[in-house]
Nanobody, 123 residues
Framework: QVQLVESGGGLVQAGGSLRLSCAAS????????MAWFRQTPGKERELVAT????????YYADSVKGRFTISRDNAKNTVYLQMNSLQPDDTAVYYC????????????????WGQGTQVTVSS
C-alpha cells in the first residue's frame, strides 16, 4: 500500500506560480510512475502530467505544456509540479497518483491516489 500526501495548493493571482509536492510512503518509490491529475466540479479527472520511475520520461497535457514542470526526487520519495503563468482555467483540485512501473494517461491506470489539494487562480 502506498500513501500519497499532497501539499502546496492555495490561492494565487493570474500569472503567478505555485509548486505542488506529493510525498509517498513507500521504500520503493523509484519503482513507481507518478502523475498529477486535476478535477473541477462536474467534470472528469483530467491528466496534467506524468513522469516515469527514473524521471527521464515526462508527458504534459497540451493545456499546461510550457507552463508546468513535473519532477521527482527519489531520495526524498517526492514528486513535484511547478506551475507557472497560472490562469483561472487552472483552478481545480490537484491529485497526485502512483502506479507500479507503468503509469499511463488515464486515471484508471493508477492504483494509488492522494487526497487532493485545492488550487485557485483569481483573475
Amino acid at each position: 500500500q502506498v500513501q500519497l500526501v499532497e501539499s502546496g495548493g492555495g490561492l494565487v493571482q493570474a500569472g503567478g506560480s505555485l509548486r505542488l509536492s506529493c510525498a509517498a510512503s513507500t521504500r520503493t518509490f523509484s519503482s513507481y510512475a507518478m502523475a498529477w491529475f486535476r478535477q473541477t466540479p462536474g467534470k472528469e479527472r483530467e491528466l496534467v502530467a506524468t513522469i516515469g520511475w527514473s524521471g527521464k520520461s515526462t508527458y504534459y497535457a497540451d493545456s499546461v505544456k510550457g507552463r508546468f514542470t513535473i519532477s521527482r526526487d527519489n531520495a526524498k520519495n517526492t514528486v513535484y509540479l511547478q506551475m507557472n503563468s497560472l490562469q483561472p482555467d487552472d483552478t481545480a483540485v490537484y491529485y497526485c497518483a502512483a502506479d507500479y512501473r507503468y503509469g499511463g494517461w488515464n486515471a484508471d491506470d493508477y492504483d494509488y491516489w492522494g487526497q487532493g489539494t485545492q488550487v485557485t487562480v483569481s483573475s
